[in-house]
């Protein structure tokens, strides 16, 4: 017997159907073995080596993995072509104690026939470089998150969860909102002129120089000024520039651009998208067996190969014409600081259209193969032409621009359109009459428009992972589970409003310690750096645990001098260390062990009382938390009942749980409103929330000056109050 394993039973079963003879298929069900999960698992004074354990949930199939192994005369190990694949099949062989020096390492880029056959008649030794990487990526990431999570939730008394990566993309969203907040908005006004050449049609231009120079009047009665001069000076066309403008069609997906996509065209969030590519990847259950539809979904490269190019081609040409077909093929330039190891995300088939397989899809997975599939078509297909035509109208100093565009050849948009719908003359999209140089020109009207600049727009998931690729924070493979552990419930960090990521609270504050204590992890330019040199272990074999020895010597001290206090120890008079042990944190003295002095952080904190606990007969003691005062029960973690004491500053009601909030005034003095039923209820709002629900679309309703509106920025819902 031959035995081939695999993460997924799903990929076993799609394999199994182009196996003939002697082949089991096995399933590791993903890593068969990891770090631990209550402590580090690496030793920090032993060269950095990681303890890997197997959970008690993966002996069982571990055990049946060694019973096939034990019968096979012949095992190849099949996990998925990247890093973290290389390592699950690493780790395969050690349990299974296979040779090392064996080539039992196959791997494939789409679940067909011909990738399968052709991977088992060309297997290889297991890379140890790509194994290492792997490694160092996920000791670098254990030591850092089990090392600053505990120092931020001493500091802050929460317990918080921080890492190398996600602290990054966190602080994004928190400078994104700290600048919308600081944002002043500046006044200025659109001067359209309405011209009309002899009997045509009329049509708009923006003002946009005066005297050579850029300008907009800056408030109205400068705007008023502007349109009388203008009411008295003649019009007429100063350039017309024609041109054919081309659109070339995208590159196909690359991890990053599908997560981008997933999130904008369909809606879904990143870790939705991969969730849903992986099942395609892997296979769909048919009435013949399972069916992979498209190629490996963690890649940056934007590579295709030459038959796919080919088919793509062919399949263009007979279904749209030989003109939307290029008449060179279509090629793309992957980045410099892509792996390349794979080619892009691609139909392994262009004969399985989206329709033939819609009634073996559900809705998403459909939605999301049609957007694979119609992407790698559009990206072999022909550029898009436009007739472009750019207009320059003068009057006096003052100088206004319109422009037009008509599409002549749909090429790639007639499968995927991905240009933006300009919304006005002012985006181009003006219907122009012909015009020529110096005709002259009739003033129909002018209208005059108040504007205000406007901040910055917050990140989405979408545009948040375009940020992280574009300044390389981050891999793609790693986008989807930052932005689940971004807006985990459990956490709230970061909360939606609508599609838009908002920072909670408590995200401030979490940013504000890590850059104060740790600015390199904190640093854009010295974490994209580091992504660089973790990808170079697996490129060029350098010794990971230099590098994880180098990263922690500064880090190291920056450690200890986030523990570090004001507090000065009562018996020795040196700075005390904030711990956090089992009864919560504490004060140590920093010259231990010369002084052992310890001491409560808040000793007014617990305050027993006479009242019971309702839920277990314990006695209720008297708490601080970040929302005020509560009584909580003596008994606790064994039983967690809490009951808020009415706080000063009540201002408002909460829409989630009935309960007063509570005005409150955050480390960087912003002002808000938290539920007074915290730590049970959570809710908090930068507006006085009123306890009622928006008619028109269900959010809360806040309350701003003497009006009422809705909470939600797109719902335009307001009344006045009373």
Request: proline share 5%; aromatic share 8%.
């Amino acid at each position: 017997m031959q035995l081939i394993i695999v993460e997924s039973p799903h990929k076993a079963k799609t394999i199994e159907k182009f196996l003939k003879g002697d082949f089991k298929v096995d399933a590791s069900k993903g890593h068969i073995r990891d770090l631990p999960v209550n402590r580090m698992g690496v030793n920090i004074s032993g060269n950095f080596e990681p303890h890997y354990e197997i959970s008690a949930e993966k002996k069982a199939d571990i055990k049946k993995l060694k019973a096939d192994a034990d019968k096979a005369d012949k095992i190849y190990l099949a996990t998925d072509p990247d890093r973290e694949g290389e390592a699950i099949s690493w780790h395969l062989a050690e349990v299974l104690n296979l040779n090392p020096n064996e080539k039992n390492r196959i791997e494939f880029n789409e679940i067909s026939e011909k990738a399968v056959l052709n991977a088992l008649n060309n297997p290889r030794k297991i890379d140890m470089n790509l194994v290492d990487a792997q490694q160092a990526r996920r000791v670098l990431d254990r030591i850092v998150g089990y090392s600053i999570s505990p120092a931020a939730s001493s500091r802050l008394n929460e317990t918080l969860s921080a890492g190398r990566v996600q602290s990054v993309a966190l602080k994004m969203v928190v400078d994104r909102e700290r600048e919308i907040t600081a944002f002043v908005p500046v006044e200025y006004w659109n001067i359209r002129a309405e011209v009309q050449k002899g009997g045509e049609k009329s049509f708009k231009a923006l003002l946009v120089e005066k005297a050579g120079k850029k300008y907009k009047p800056k408030n109205a009665q400068e705007a008023e000024e502007t349109v009388n001069a203008l009411k008295t000076l003649p019009f007429y066309v100063s350039d017309v520039k024609k041109s054919v403008v081309k659109s070339h069609a995208p590159a196909p997906f690359i991890t990053s651009t599908l997560q981008q996509d997933g999130s904008i065209k369909l809606n879904i969030t990143a870790p939705q998208v991969m969730q849903i590519a992986q099942r395609l990847y892997e296979g769909v259950e048919t009435e013949k067996g399972n069916v992979a539809l498209i190629t490996y979904m963690r890649t940056d490269s934007v590579r295709v190969s030459t038959e796919a190019q080919a088919a793509a081609l062919d399949y263009i040409k007979s279904t749209y014409g030989e003109k939307y077909a290029p008449l060179k093929p279509n090629i793309y330039r992957t980045k410099k600081d892509a792996q390349d190891a794979h080619e892009a995300i691609r139909p392994i088939s262009v004969a399985r259209t989206p329709e033939s397989v819609k009634n073996i899809l559900d809705k998403n997975q459909y939605k999301l193969y049609k957007l694979i599939y119609d992407r790698f078509i559009a990206s072999q297909m022909s550029e898009a032409l436009y007739d472009s035509v750019a207009v320059e109208v003068k009057a006096g100093d003052y100088t206004f621009k319109t422009s037009g565009k008509t599409m002549t050849f749909k090429g790639y948009t007639a499968v995927y359109d991905d240009t933006k719908k300009e919304e006005d003359e002012e985006n181009g999209n003006a219907l122009l009459p012909p015009l020529e140089r110096d005709d002259a020109l009739t003033l129909k009207d002018i209208l005059k428009e108040q504007k205000f600049t406007k901040p910055p727009v917050r990140f989405t998931e979408a545009t948040l992972i375009k940020n992280m690729e574009d300044k390389g924070i981050g891999r793609p493979s790693t986008y989807a589970t930052i932005m689940a552990k971004l807006t985990d419930k459990k956490r709230e960090y970061v909360k939606k409003d609508k599609k838009y990521l908002v920072p909670n609270p408590i995200s401030y504050e979490l940013i504000d310690f890590l850059v104060k204590y740790f600015p390199d992890i904190m640093n854009v330019g010295f974490t994209a750096k580091m992504e660089d040199d973790l990808d170079a272990i697996g490129i060029s074999g350098k010794d990971w645990h230099n590098l994880i020895a180098e990263f922690y010597a500064p880090f190291e001290k920056q450690l200890e001098n986030s523990r570090i206090t004001d507090v000065k120890c009562d018996k020795c008079g040196a700075p005390m260390i904030i711990k956090s042990g089992r009864y919560g944190n504490y004060y140590a003295c920093s010259n231990y062990p010369n002084c052992k002095n310890i001491k409560p952080v808040n000793e007014k904190t617990v305050i027993p009382t006479d009242r019971i606990c309702e839920k277990c007969g314990g006695i209720m003691v008297e708490r601080e938390g970040k929302f005020g005062k509560f009584l909580a029960c003596s008994n606790y973690p064994k039983c967690k009942n809490t009951i808020s004491l009415a706080p000063d500053n009540l201002e408002g009601v909460c829409p989630v749980c009935g309960k007063p909030t509570k005005k409150m005034t955050s480390k960087s003095g912003k002002i808000f409103y938290g539920c007074t039923g915290y730590p049970d209820c959570k809710f908090m709002s930068w507006d006085i929330p009123t306890g009622e629900k928006c008619p028109e679309c269900g959010e809360y309703l806040v309350k701003v000056g003497k009006k009422i509106k809705c909470s939600s920025k797109t719902c335009k819902y307001v009344k006045d109050e009373g």
